[in-house]
């Protein structure tokens, strides 16, 4: 059976306000906001260094490479202080990944309101998605680079992030269902192929090596943009 998988034709509408821009509409919280510290500000001020300073440690030196007291000295902490409060880097580790996650959730169900969606082809979803990705992938890229390392090695990373993962497959699946003749649970089986293989190029970008000459095409590169919307457009509107 032929069809196209998604109607981009809408029927005359009433004039509407000028609607916001995709790319504005996108405003990652900070690193420093997605911790809950200690009430007292040296206390907290001292707690956001040790995350910081963890953070790129751990994206630049790597996770097995790094030490508590490489922490702690990059932080301009006592090593004791550390221990102090939490029982090791991996429990840093955990709580660096962990709030990273439960920021971002809230932010995807932000930008996946139906009701600003609800008047807009599928195309304009699409090209919101790709804004996204690429912009979270620049913004926390030290983060990223981290979880996708050591997920390989850490069942319980892995978990946590494949969450974060099917909970954006799902919040687009469900805008782009409303404007697919077909079921959720099949526009949600092509964007998981999407998804995973933007994630791919992406993962591979912020982890390549950028002396090889491959890999000359930063992620900001508009044409790295635009070629991942071409494909995001083929793959959904695919006929079937």
Request: glycine share 2%; hydrophobic share 40%; charged share 25%.
């Amino acid at each position: 059976m032929r069809g196209i998988y998604f109607r981009y034709s809408l029927p005359q509408m009433p004039k509407r306000k000028k609607q916001t821009p995709i790319r504005d509409s996108i405003n990652w919280v900070e690193t420093s906001e997605w911790f809950t510290t200690p009430k007292q500000s040296r206390s907290r001020a001292s707690m956001q260094r040790v995350y910081d300073s963890a953070l790129r440690l751990f994206a630049e030196k790597g996770f097995d490479s790094t030490t508590p007291a490489d922490i702690a000295k990059a932080a301009g902490v006592t090593t004791g202080s550390i221990y102090n409060r939490f029982l090791d880097k991996e429990a840093i580790l955990y709580t660096i990944i962990d709030t990273f996650s439960k920021s971002r959730v809230p932010e995807v169900t932000r930008l996946c309101d139906p009701q600003v969606w609800r008047n807009r082809p599928a195309d304009e979803i699409l090209s919101m998605y790709i804004e996204m990705m690429f912009s979270a992938y620049q913004h926390d890229a030290n983060v990223i680079r981290i979880i996708e390392r050591r997920r390989l090695v850490d069942p319980a990373i892995a978990r946590k992030i494949s969450d974060l993962n099917e909970h954006v497959v799902s919040s687009f699946s469900t805008l782009l269902s409303h404007q697919s003749e077909q079921s959720i649970s099949s526009v949600k089986k092509k964007f998981r192929v999407l998804h995973t293989l933007i994630r791919g190029f992406l993962v591979h970008r912020i982890l390549a090596d950028p002396g090889v000459p491959e890999h000359d095409l930063p992620i900001s590169h508009p044409d790295f943009k635009a070629m991942a919307m071409t494909l995001a457009l083929n793959t959904l509107k695919k006929s079937v």
